[in-house]
């Protein structure tokens, strides 16, 4: 018999966790299992789980998003599942989703991925699904080769057996799309949206041409290093993928020199040091090391 986990990935969001943990309580076809990955929350999150006799719980270190992932999806291929659902705590199902993407089911090898909208107008796609807007502009129920892990991402376990985790040494920012590239470029298995399984989510305000702070964009190292291993797997080539990457520098470069208003250099800097990481497979850096650097 074919059964499905539900895998949530939290830090220090304690209300968002329990909208999410309601929104799967309330589907129309419920999970057989609900895993919640806490990782390393320093908020009451992992005390609120133990209250819940129906969760299941795993707590870690903080390893970013690709840590927790690896962890979840991990327990639910060693625990038999067939199915293997995964989402931020940030982010929650609408009531048929899960439904719709069972009904949806291409085939076994075919990632499976929620529409994502917008939490607030319920409509708008968050990041850029095929030549739609919004859900009203979808005129096709799977809207093939698009997907956004893990933001109500479906997974059979054959692509798992096939594929592998998601590599913890990634942390964050990069890490879902190095493992989306992975399965579809690398051992090409089709992905594909489904529009009537509804997944919302904040909207994104975040764009490379608005000045970001120095001290606070921590997350900016994971981004230009991940990006390596990214262009890696979405190119068959190793050398494109290479030439990509320092195209992809340059080109970044330039948007720090013409838009960033606030500590140009020292961001340079800092994109400088995630391309010698990158190239070196230097993939140590924690969160407090990075702010190190920072202050540098």
């Known amino acids: 018999m074919e059964k499905t986990i539900a895998i949530v990935v939290t830090y220090n969001r304690r209300t968002l966790l329990e909208q999410c943990i309601t929104a ?20 009451d999150t992992e005390q609120w789980v133990r209250t819940q006799q129906d969760l299941v719980l795993i707590s870690q270190n903080n390893s970013g998003s690709a840590g927790g992932f690896n962890a979840g999806i991990n327990y639910g291929f060693k625990q038999g599942f067939t199915w293997m659902w995964c989402m931020d705590d ?49 005129d096709q129920n799977i809207i093939p080769g698009v997907a956004h892990p893990f933001n109500g991402t479906l997974l059979h376990r054959k692509i798992v057996e096939r594929v592998g985790l998601p590599r913890s040494k990634y942390f964050l920012w990069g890490d879902e799309t190095e493992y989306l590239y992975r399965i579809i470029s690398v051992h090409k298995i089709p992905a594909c949206t489904v529009a009537n399984s509804v997944h919302y989510h904040p909207a994104t305000g975040f764009t490379m041409k608005r000045d970001w702070d120095h001290f606070s964009g921590w997350k900016m190292y994971y981004y230009v290093r991940n990006r390596f291993p990214v262009l890696q797997s979405k190119f068959d080539s190793r050398l494109v993928g290479f030439a990509a990457y320092v195209c992809f520098l340059v080109g970044f470069t330039g948007i720090i020199l013409v838009f960033q208003k606030t500590n140009k250099f020292r961001k340079i800097k800092l994109m400088l040091g995630s391309f010698s990481d990158a190239l070196l497979g230097n993939f140590q850096a924690t969160p407090h090391s990075i702010l190190t650097r920072l202050k540098a």
């Open 90 to 138: 940030d982010g929650y199902p609408a009531a048929t989703a899960l439904e719709n993407l069972l009904a949806a089911e291409q085939n076994d090898l075919t990632l499976m991925n929620c529409a994502v909208l917008d939490a607030q107008d319920k409509k708008t796609f968050v990041w850029k699904t095929g030549s739609f807007a919004t859900i009203e502009d979808a």
């Open 24 to 43: 799967l309580r309330t589907q129309t076809v419920v999970p057989d299992c609900i895993l919640v990955i806490n990782n390393g929350s320093t908020d």
